[in-house]
T-cell receptor
Framework: AQKVTQAQTEISVVEKEDVTLDCVYE???????LFWYKQPPSGELVFLIR??????QNEISGRYSWNFQKSTSSFNFTITASQVVDSAVYFC???????????FGTGTSLTVIP | DAGVTQSPTHLIKTRGQQVTLRCSPK?????VSWYQQALGQGPQFIFQ???????QRGNFPDRFSGHQFPNYSSELNVNALLLGDSALYLC????????????FGPGTRLTVL
């Protein structure tokens, strides 16, 4: 069965601090996709990144970076020099190869204090 | 280019009633998925529609049904509403075989009293 675990329910950091959001997943599939979404108070999920199971290269996009490690089934997300606008709920998600169904974690609520 | 749109934004119903939520996918997208997000939880997959047929379904009772129209828009129907159906209902659209990138709408907040 597919499962995504985000153990951190809430995190608070002071502006300009770095913060890492953890994501651990379970799947028996050899081909799958991992995602991170941001959900601001407005409710709309904003796509941040997609990673397929065969690509373990870390990725950096501006202040955001992602660390994918198949050996530990983790796909962690780091925000460098956090800003108040980063305050939101962040979801990690897993989809099977067909892409028909996404499995979301319970989310991590990030608050960046000015 | 309009993104995914959903209507209505908010809805209040009473137990036992029926509700219909609507979704228009992003231009060029042919697949629509529906999710239920309870307060403080992650979205839970309800079902996905492609070519006007339900392609896959999550662990939701038959009270939840849907439809996709020839223009790819979709409806989610919930019958015999329960208090536990109160949630944010999210619609996501994608292009089949497009590396699974789903675009989400702003959601419909359903409150069942």
């Amino acid at each position: 069965a597919q499962k995504v675990t985000q153990a951190q329910t809430e995190i608070s950091v002071v502006e300009k601090e770095d913060v890492t959001l953890d994501c651990v997943y379970e799947t028996r599939d050899t081909t799958y996709y991992l995602f991170w979404y941001k959900q601001p108070p407005s409710g709309e999920l904003v796509f941040l990144i997609r990673r397929n199971s065969f690509d373990e290269q870390n990725e950096i996009s501006g202040r955001y970076s992602w660390n994918f490690q198949k050996s530990t089934s983790s796909f962690n997300f780091t925000i460098t020099a956090s800003q108040v606008v980063d305050s939101a709920v962040y979801f990690c998600a897993l989809s099977e190869a067909s892409g028909n169904q996404f499995y979301f974690g319970t989310g991590t609520s990030l608050t960046v204090i000015p | 280019d309009a993104g995914v749109t959903q209507s209505p934004t908010h809805l209040i119903k009473t137990r036992g009633q029926q509700v219909t939520l609507r979704c228009s996918p992003k231009s060029g997208h042919d697949t629509v998925s529906w999710y239920q997000q309870a307060l403080g939880q992650g979205p839970q997959f309800i079902f996905q529609y492609y070519e006007e047929e339900e392609r896959q379904r999550g662990n939701f009772p038959d009270r939840f049904s849907g439809h996709q129209f020839p223009n790819y828009s979709s409806e989610l129907n919930v019958n015999a509403l329960l208090l536990g159906d109160s949630a944010l209902y999210l619609c996501a659209s994608s292009v089949t075989d497009s590396y699974n990138e789903q675009f989400f709408g702003p959601g419909t907040r359903l409150t069942v009293l």
